[in-house]
Every structure is written in C-alpha cells, then in structure tokens.
C-alpha cells in the first residue's frame, strides 16, 4: 500500500526484493510439504493412533505457545537482529502475572485479565530495554538479549526465591490452558493463532511490516527514504517483548506453574523454528507462516517417534539434522535466485504465473 | 540446480523414512501380539540416560517379560515438566494399555496425566509423585524421607565432632527430593552439635552444583558435610569441593549410586552414598499396573527402602547389588 507512494530509492529495490520475498513464500510452501510429507509417513506407520483427534490437539497444544513467541522471533530476526531472552522473559512475566493475581484474588476472568495487564506490561518493559539497548545504545542484540535472558530469569528468582509459584486462577487452567473453545478445538491454539493471524496481517499487509523488512535488507537505504530505523527498531523488540508477556500467561495456564528452570531451551527452539521456516538469519527475508510451519515440524517428529519407539536420544539427532538440511536447500536456492537462474522446484514448474513474473523480473 | 535440491529433499524424506521405519521394526512384535493378553506398557521417564531410571527400565523390563507384557520408554532430554508433557502427551496418543510415569512436577503433570486417564490408560506413578495421586491406581516410590535422615546419619558417622552441614537440591516442587531434603533437615536440626546451613538448588545442573558448592565454602570454610540430594548435584558437589581444595576435610553424602557416583565414592570425593532401590521401583510398577489391567484391586501407596553404601561396604554383595546399573 504505501510503497507506491515512497521516494525512487525504494522502488528501485523493489524488483529484487519482491523476488526474494517470493522465494520466500516458496520456502514456506516447501517446509509445508515437508510437514505433509512427515504427517503422511507417520500416519501410515501408526495409522490407528497417529493421525486422531487426541493427538492432532495435543501436537497443536504444544506448539500454542511457541507459536506466540515465534511471531514476535520472525519480526526481530527479520530486522536482522536475535532475541535470546523470549523464555527468561516468559517466566519473568508468568511470576508477575501470578503474583498481581494472588494480589487481586478469586479464580474467575476478571483475574485472569488482570494477570494478562500484568503480563503484557512485564513483557512490554523488557521489551522496551532489549529495543534501546540494541537501538540507541547499539550493543549486539546478540549480547544485549543474552544479558536480559540472565537478568529477567535472575529478577524471576529474586521475586519467587527460585521456588516455582503455583497460583493461576482456575479460569485461566480449566478454560484457556486445558479447555476448549468449541469441540476438541483447544482454547489456547485458538488463542496463538489469532496471534498469528495478527502477526501476518502485521508483517505484509503494513507499513509496520514493511519498515521491519526495510530495515532487515539495508538499514542505511531504510534510513535514507525516511524510516525512522532507532524507533522503529524499539518498536519491534517491544512487541516481541509484549508476546512473551503474553506467553508467559498461556504458560502458567498450560503448565500451572511458573517452570523457572524449564525454559532455557525455549529460544533456541523458537529460533530453529524461525530457521526452519525460511527467515534468514541475516534479516530482510521471512515470514510468520514458516514459522508456525517451522515450529511444528520438530513437534511432529518428536511425537512421531515417540509413538514408533524411536529411541529419545535419535529424536534430538534427527530434528538438528532436519534443522541443517533444510535452511541448507534453503540456502542453495537463494544463491541460484541471486545469480538469476530460477529458483523454482520442479513440483511448482507447472504454476506458470508466478515463475513469467520472475523472470521478468529478472531481465 | 533443481535437480540438486530435488534430490536433497528425497534423501530428506528417505532418512526420515528410514529412521521411522528402524523404530518400528524393533517393537514390530509387540503390535501383533497386542491383541490377546499381552499388555502394552509404556514407561515415560524423568529424564532420559539417568542411571537410576535406567535401572528402573532394567526391573520394569523383567517383570514385564515375566508377565508377557510389552514395554516402551521414553524421556525427555531434561528433568523437566516443560519437555515432559509433549513426550506423555505422544505416549498417550499412541494408546498403551497402562503408562508407569516419573512426574517431573507435582503440579504440571497434574493435568496432563488426568488426560491419559481420561483416555482410559491405568497410570503407575514410580519414583516421583502428584499433588493429588488419586488420578494413579498405585504409588511407588522410595521412602525419601527416611533416605534424608539416613543420608544425616552418615554424616553423623564420618564427622562425630559436629559441625556445619548444606544441602544441595535439585530444584522445588518435585516430590522425592523435597521429602529427602527435609528428612536430612529435621535429622540435622534435632542434632545440636551440627548447624544446619539450608538447601541450595542446582536445577540438576553439575556446574551449578558446583558454583553453589565452592561459593558456599567460600562462606563458610569449615562446612563438615554436603548432601548432595541427587545425581547431578553429587557430581557437582564433588567438583565444588575440589575447586575450593577442601577433599578430606568435606564429607560429601550423594543419594543414588549410579557407575559415576561409585567411583566417585571409590576415588574417595564422594564419602557415602544412599542408594535407593529403583529396579524394585520398576518391578512393584509393573505388577500393580498388570494387577490394575486385570481388574484386581490395587495397593495405592508401596515404598520400597534404601542402603547407605560407604568404601567399606562398596565392594561386599550388599553394595554391589545396591549399585545402579548403566544398562540392562
């Protein structure tokens, strides 16, 4: 919408820049098909137990919450930047959350809104020190994020003196962590994909997205055509910061406790999801529905192979391997997109559209 | 090019075929055989490669031959209600008939092992337990209170004079290490010749126990006795002890007895052990979940007792056959 209206600089990235933002897209429909691809493998080697409604909600139930952080990882790391703080940021916020919800009192949704104000508000602020930190102070976000990973779980600590508090309103458990919106559909899915419905709307359909994409490809030429790149840069580990917030809530929902020592996995995960999805590490490229893809296909093996009786230790062997291999094809395409030669599969060759505008691109 | 990534994508697909397909061919057997009176167990682990729950596996598996039962296992990577749950939550999808579980949390797997028994899956708790235990037909677990006061009466023994005693923890919440804790506290406090430092927590980490365990020497340089409540905080104790250059002077007691903690206790770093009795654990497991399975009334609560293993007693029957096993 509003890049018709920008200055001549943008416009002249714009053909480059649509085309990585295709291979992208096309990216996300690979990984999409790997889940199909592994959905279908495990489906028919457990046919009676893979595919049925108790564990398609389940699979679904544990990737809610790392749905939510990955939307707000896909907006950092498509700026270019890390954000290694998401899961201390979480149990900071849960604490905070479930200690302003003993404060209010009772067990009904007016407490639990009270712990989603205290939540975002948590999330929110350390956020806010992340994005001025990486912004104004320009300290690696690499580090700055690593240091609020060890200060939010420290801060954490302090409040509970590292015993994990156990207090979420049964309104919260019973209908969000546990419940169901209609059927078998879990609440707390429904809740993450409204997030990331948002998160999509967010990314490509404003000029919030579009700054976030400008700044990830060359944040001097962003600068030069008028992004307030400092600003906007807070703005986005705000948001990421706010969803952690947000996560830290469904978290003391799903788990009914705070799970001080159990998130220190958290962000690598989110990020191989982000990886697996298609976004480049390096910024300017991504989306949020690989994400979500993303973070599903490492969920879906673990079960698979739990259910096979695959050994645990192969489980961890197998995902790192699919983490590699897949932002490798990943790679290989982009370099040949880079060099002009088509990046299309040969599975796609036959929708024509999008391959004539490519080239066109290109010439 | 296309080609290229054409093929990196099959050979995706293939390994990922392959490794499934080698899953399955292990427990073939079990499918076939699940529709007569061959029960299907599955045994979902606190943390996957601990001896101790190792050493379950090994009685869990020979009650279950004896029985004609089938079993799976499955752990998470960490001791961990977070990573836990998704691995129960497969477990439970792929429809055993009875699931023997460790709870990594007396609270999040609350929920979580209330859906397998909604499911109509009979559950054992073995080693670790629930804030409400009744969603299991049957606990069992090691007396941990009494393996706490043990765990003081060692030290009682390697230090008469007395002194300052700390004990390392995993972390709270979880049941076992909480009674074991607290069985060595009120030991330690009813004695007046020792102090009682309090409990430090090492969210199963080595190197935490270890930074906790030299720091806290730094504090206090005469502490006379550790007890050191799990596996990893033993390990990490002992490393403590060393960094600070206090062997000999710190008696270091560790619950458990897998091969690291027996050499340890035989290099001399690690003074006494208690070791509990998880093969038992594994065996009652699988008798009252059969039990269950048959329809026969349940014993809802079985604690099963621990051996205190010093140098002198590590090489006698007694303290072998106590020793953990690091496979079956």
Same mark, same amino acid.
């Given at each position: 919408?509003?890049?018709?209206?920008?200055?001549?600089?943008?416009?002249?990235?714009?053909?480059?820049?649509?085309?990585?933002?295709?291979?992208?897209?096309?990216?996300?429909?690979?990984?999409?098909?790997?889940?199909?691809?592994?959905?279908?493998?495990?489906?028919?080697?457990?046919?009676?137990?893979?595919?049925?409604?108790?564990?398609?909600?389940?699979?679904?139930?544990?990737?809610?919450?790392?749905?939510?952080?990955?939307?707000?990882?896909?907006?950092?790391?498509?700026?270019?930047?890390? &954000?290694?703080?998401?899961?201390?940021?979480?149990?900071?916020?849960?604490?905070?959350?479930?200690?302003?919800?003993?404060?209010?009192?009772?067990?009904?949704?007016?407490?639990?809104?009270?712990?989603?104000?205290?939540?975002?508000?948590?999330? *929110?602020?350390?956020?806010?020190?992340?994005?001025?930190?990486?912004?104004?102070?320009?300290?690696?976000?690499?580090?700055?994020?690593?240091?609020?990973?060890?200060?939010?779980?420290?801060?954490?600590?302090?409040?509970?003196?590292?015993?994990?508090?156990?207090?979420?309103?049964?309104?919260?458990?019973?209908?969000? #962590?546990?419940?169901?919106?209609?059927?078998?559909?879990?609440?707390?899915?429904?809740?993450?994909?409204?997030?990331?419905?948002?998160?999509?709307?967010?990314?490509?359909?404003?000029?919030?997205?579009?700054?976030?994409?400008?700044?990830?490809?060359?944040?001097?030429?962003?600068?030069?055509?008028?992004?307030?790149?400092?600003?906007?840069?807070?703005?986005?580990?705000?948001?990421?910061? *706010? *969803?952690?917030?947000?996560?830290?809530?469904?978290?003391?929902?799903?788990?009914?406790?705070?799970?001080?020592?159990?998130?220190?996995?958290?962000?690598?995960?989110?990020?191989?999801?982000?990886?697996?999805?298609?976004? @480049?590490?390096?910024?300017?490229?991504?989306?949020?529905?690989?994400?979500?893809?993303?973070?599903?296909?490492?969920?879906?093996?673990?079960?698979?192979?739990?259910?096979?009786?695959?050994?645990?230790?192969?489980?961890?062997?197998?995902?790192?391997?699919?983490?590699?291999?897949?932002?490798?094809?990943?790679?290989?395409?982009?370099?040949?997109?880079?060099?002009?030669? $088509?990046?299309?599969?040969?599975?796609?060759?036959?929708?024509?559209?999008? #391959? $004539?505008?490519?080239?066109?691109?290109?010439? | 090019?296309?080609?290229?990534?054409?093929?990196?994508?099959?050979?995706?697909?293939?390994?990922?075929?392959?490794?499934?397909?080698?899953? $399955?061919? @292990?427990?073939?057997?079990?499918?076939?055989?699940?529709?007569?009176?061959?029960?299907?167990?599955?045994?979902?682990?606190?943390?996957? %490669?601990?001896?101790?729950?190792?050493?379950?596996?090994?009685?869990?598996?020979?009650?279950?031959?004896?029985?004609?039962?089938?079993?799976?296992?499955?752990?998470?990577?960490?001791?961990?209600?977070?990573?836990?749950?998704?691995?129960?939550?497969?477990?439970?999808?792929?429809?055993?008939?009875?699931?023997?579980?460790?709870?990594? &949390?007396?609270?999040?797997?609350?929920?979580?092992?209330?859906?397998?028994?909604?499911?109509?899956?009979?559950?054992?708790?073995?080693?670790?337990?629930?804030?409400?235990?009744?969603?299991?037909?049957?606990?069992?677990? @090691?007396?941990?209170?009494?393996?706490?006061?043990?765990?003081?009466?060692?030290?009682?023994? *390697?230090?008469?004079?007395?002194?300052?005693?700390?004990?390392?923890?995993?972390?709270? #919440?979880?049941?076992?290490? &909480?009674?074991?804790?607290?069985?060595?506290?009120?030991?330690?406090?009813?004695?007046?010749?020792?102090?009682?430092?309090?409990?430090?927590?090492?969210?199963?980490?080595?190197?935490?126990?270890?930074?906790?365990?030299?720091?806290?020497?730094?504090?206090?340089?005469?502490?006379?006795?550790?007890?050191?409540?799990?596996?990893?905080?033993?390990?990490?104790?002992?490393?403590?002890?060393?960094?600070? %250059?206090?062997?000999?002077?710190?008696?270091?007691?560790?619950?458990?007895?897998?091969?690291?903690?027996?050499?340890?206790?035989?290099?001399?770093?690690?003074?006494?052990?208690?070791?509990?009795?998880?093969?038992?654990?594994?065996?009652?497991?699988?008798?009252?979940?059969?039990?269950?399975?048959?329809?026969?009334?349940?014993?809802?609560?079985?604690?099963?007792?621990?051996?205190?293993?010093?140098?002198?007693?590590?090489?006698?029957?007694?303290?072998?056959?106590?020793?953990?096993?690091?496979?079956?």
């Amino acid at each position: 919408m509003s890049a018709t209206q920008t200055t001549p600089t943008v416009a002249t990235e714009d053909a480059p820049a649509s085309r990585l933002s295709r291979i992208s897209r096309l990216q996300a429909l690979q990984i999409l098909i790997l889940l199909v691809v592994t959905i279908a493998v495990f489906t028919a080697l457990r046919p009676d137990t893979f595919l049925t409604g108790f564990n398609i909600r389940g699979i679904v139930q544990n990737t809610a919450i790392y749905a939510v952080l990955g939307v707000g990882m896909t907006f950092v790391i498509i700026t270019g930047g890390i &954000d290694l703080s998401v899961g201390s940021v979480l149990v900071f916020s849960g604490v905070v959350a479930d200690k302003v919800m003993v404060w209010y009192g009772g067990q009904g949704w007016a407490t639990v809104l009270v712990g989603l104000v205290a939540a975002l508000a948590s999330g *929110l602020a350390w956020g806010l020190v992340n994005g001025v930190l990486v912004a104004k102070a320009k300290v690696p976000p690499l580090v700055v994020t690593l240091g609020s990973l060890s200060a939010a779980l420290g801060f954490a600590q302090i409040i509970t003196k590292g015993l994990d508090l156990r207090d979420a309103p049964q309104a919260l458990v019973n209908d969000i #962590g546990f419940g169901n919106i209609v059927g078998q559909v879990p609440t707390i899915a429904v809740v993450a994909a409204v997030v990331v419905v948002f998160g999509i709307v967010l990314l490509h359909r404003t000029r919030f997205g579009l700054y976030t994409y400008a700044i990830g490809s060359n944040a001097e030429a962003g600068r030069r055509s008028g992004v307030k790149v400092e600003r906007h840069l807070i703005k986005v580990y705000a948001f990421a910061g *706010l *969803l952690a917030g947000f996560a830290g809530l469904l978290n003391l929902g799903f788990f009914q406790s705070t799970t001080i020592g159990g998130q220190s996995n958290t962000p690598l995960n989110v990020i191989a999801g982000v990886a697996i999805g298609g976004t @480049s590490l390096f910024g300017g490229i991504g989306s949020v529905f690989g994400t979500v893809i993303g973070l599903f296909i490492p969920i879906v093996l673990q079960n698979g192979f739990i259910q096979v009786g695959v050994q645990p230790f192969w489980q961890q062997v197998v995902v790192g391997a699919v983490l590699v291999a897949v932002v490798y094809v990943d790679q290989l395409r982009r370099a040949a997109a880079l060099r002009g030669t $088509s990046p299309r599969l040969p599975f796609l060759s036959r929708a024509g559209g999008a #391959g $004539s505008a490519s080239r066109k691109g290109s010439a | 090019m296309k080609r290229k990534s054409t093929v990196i994508v099959a050979v995706l697909a293939a390994v990922a075929l392959g490794a499934a397909a080698c899953g $399955s061919d @292990s427990d073939g057997g079990s499918n076939a055989g699940g529709g007569s009176d061959g029960y299907e167990l599955a045994f979902v682990q606190g943390v996957a %490669g601990d001896a101790f729950y190792i050493t379950m596996e090994c009685g869990i598996k020979e009650e279950a031959a004896k029985q004609g039962a089938t079993v799976t296992v499955q752990g998470a990577q960490k001791f961990d209600p977070t990573l836990q749950t998704p691995v129960l939550q497969s477990v439970i999808a792929s429809k055993p008939d009875a699931i023997l579980i460790a709870p990594t &949390d007396v609270a999040a797997m609350q929920q979580p092992i209330a859906q397998a028994k909604a499911q109509g899956i009979k559950i054992v708790l073995v080693d670790t337990t629930l804030n409400d235990p009744s969603v299991a037909v049957s606990a069992i677990s @090691s007396d941990n209170s009494a393996g706490g006061k043990a765990a003081f009466e060692a030290i009682q023994k *390697l230090a008469p004079n007395g002194g300052k005693v700390l004990g390392v923890g995993v972390q709270p #919440g979880i049941s076992t290490t &909480d009674a074991r804790d607290k069985g060595f506290a009120d030991a330690a406090k009813a004695d007046s010749k020792f102090t009682y430092l309090g409990v430090q927590y090492s969210q199963n980490d080595p190197a935490k126990a270890a930074s906790i365990v030299s720091a806290a020497l730094q504090k206090d340089p005469d502490i006379v006795g550790i007890f050191a409540s799990n596996l990893f905080s033993a390990q990490g104790s002992a490393t403590g002890i060393r960094q600070a %250059g206090k062997q000999g002077q710190v008696n270091v007691v560790g619950f458990d007895a897998g091969p690291e903690q027996i050499k340890a206790l035989q290099d001399g770093t690690v003074q006494a052990l208690i070791a509990q009795q998880p093969g038992d654990i594994g065996v009652q497991g699988v008798q009252q979940a059969v039990k269950a399975l048959k329809g026969e009334a349940n014993e809802a609560n079985i604690q099963t007792g621990s051996t205190i293993i010093t140098k002198d007693t590590i090489d006698s029957p007694e303290g072998k056959a106590a020793a953990y096993k690091a496979s079956c």
